[in-house]
């Protein structure tokens, strides 16, 4: 998917993505390539997503708050079940799909409160 078919179909939604018939994690997709990501019972993480061609190929590539100098890549690929997304685009690397689609904002856990 290139950056514009992305935007279309994610903005404004939350989406729930699974691996291997488990779910991974949940990404709330806000206006102006905002993201809002947390692992399963996990607290959230703000980053943003841009566009990238890498090797040809149309890269979706995320950067959160928590390291700002760890780029995510992904191919997505739009599918007849929702979104597939492939890390890297290496074949044999981590593959995620969508599972779950809302409306609904991302619901997160506060910080972890110790004695």
Excluded: H
Aim: proline share 4%.
């Amino acid at each position: 998917m290139s950056g514009a078919e992305f935007e279309a179909y994610v903005t404004g939604r939350t989406l729930t993505f699974a691996e291997g018939g488990v779910v991974y994690g949940i990404e709330e997709y806000l206006e102006g390539r905002r993201v809002r990501w947390a692992f399963v019972e996990d607290e959230c993480k703000d980053g943003t997503w841009y566009e990238a061609t890498v090797e040809g190929q149309p890269m979706i590539c995320f950067i959160y708050e928590d390291a700002p100098d760890n780029e995510q890549c992904w191919t997505f690929f739009r599918t007849a079940r929702g979104l597939k997304a492939r890390f890297m685009n290496d074949p044999e690397a981590r593959e995620l799909y969508e599972v779950e689609q809302s409306r609904e904002p991302l619901m997160c856990l506060g910080p972890r409160i110790g004695a």
